[in-house]
């Protein structure tokens, strides 16, 4: 029996919430819909023309990028009948998530994240009926709450007697206008995403038998709980600045001493420009990233490409998905080069007007194609 679209976006969203997400950007399921058979699933870095193409070429029905798609990629998904699913600022906090991977790739031992970002968090009190206090309880994990670490459908209640008096115009479940009512009653508790709000609210309303029933909300105090952009952490031993770029198996910008010892590292996958300041003020030897700039930073800067940092997260998640559906989902990373930018060397047999500018530029051998990509 074929798993859904909901099924594998459910174990997506486990891994990596959509909460941790940054509130502009495009992540979830963009196409598609939940209740949809799934018998293979994509994964790629970029939701571009060219791996729409090849997830429908491969016969799969679920493509799951990092990078977000543009309208004209959506519409493309669209019109091939192929469900499309982004984690982007979700998978660049979400622990383990694209830094995670990044830094096991170069053999860093245990991290933390380089720059925490707290996640915004309720408190649920809903007064329930015992008799209905599952059902409750059921509904409002359904839609987002009762998430702790590894655990779900997390919640706390204690019996009590709740009391009242129907108005003229009421319809009570329980006891008449006018007159006061006793009910066994549980004061549940659970925790949810504020992002979650207004689902989880709804949920509790739709599945509480009461026609007024009495739920609040109040928020916790935002602590750093592992998750975050970017991690630091150290490496077993020492080395130097050109060994570790080695590690990458690719091509890698470096700046600084090449030959300079390094042990404590930060990394951070994708475009990490904006975090080389945090990485500098960790004190680490070294950071690595992505599309860096021109910026300020560690001792030792090193720039493996934005596609090529995020990549192996993909092996990652592929393993993830094929575990949890005990094979019977075959999923696949592809292996198309996607990135946007392109090496170029001198043309040795191009002329131009300085015998000593080399010619004109061409793509360097095993140099990757320009590509259609989101940033």
Known sequence: MNATVGEVVALLEQRHPVDLADPADRVGLLVGRAASPVGRVLLAVDAVAATVRQARADGADLLVTHRPPTPATIARAEAAGLALYTAHSNAAVARPGVSDALATLVGLGPTEPLLPVPRRRDVLVAFVPVAEVQRVVDAAAAAGAGVI?????????????????????????????????????????????????????????????????????FELAELPDGHGYGRVGELPRALSAGELAGRLGGVVRLAGDTGR??????????????????????????????????????????????????????????????????????????ALDTDRWSLLRPDPTATGPDPLDGGGPVAAEGARPIGEASC
Do not use: I, K
């Open 149 to 217: 670490g590894d655990y779900h459908r997390c919640a706390w209640w204690t019996t009590g007697t709740g009391t009242f008096v129907p108005a003229p115009g009421a319809r009570p479940t329980a006891g008449a206008v006018g007159e006061v009512s006793l009910a066994a009653e549980a004061r549940v508790e659970m925790t949810l995403p504020r992002s979650r709000r207004p689902e989880v609210v709804a949920a509790v309303r739709a599945a509480h038998p009461y026609e007024e029933p009495a739920c609040y909300l």
């Open 261 to 334: 010892p390094v042990r404590t590292v930060a990394v951070c996958a994708g475009a990490g420009g904006r975090f080389a300041a945090a990485a500098a003020a960790r004190g680490v030897d070294a950071y690595l990233s992505g599309d860096l700039a021109a910026v300020d930073g560690p001792p030792v800067l090193l720039d493996g490409g934005g596609w090529a940092t995020v990549r192996p997260w993909l092996a990652e998640l592929a393993r993830t998905v094929a575990a949890a559906f005990r094979r019977r989902l075959p999923v696949r990373v592809s």
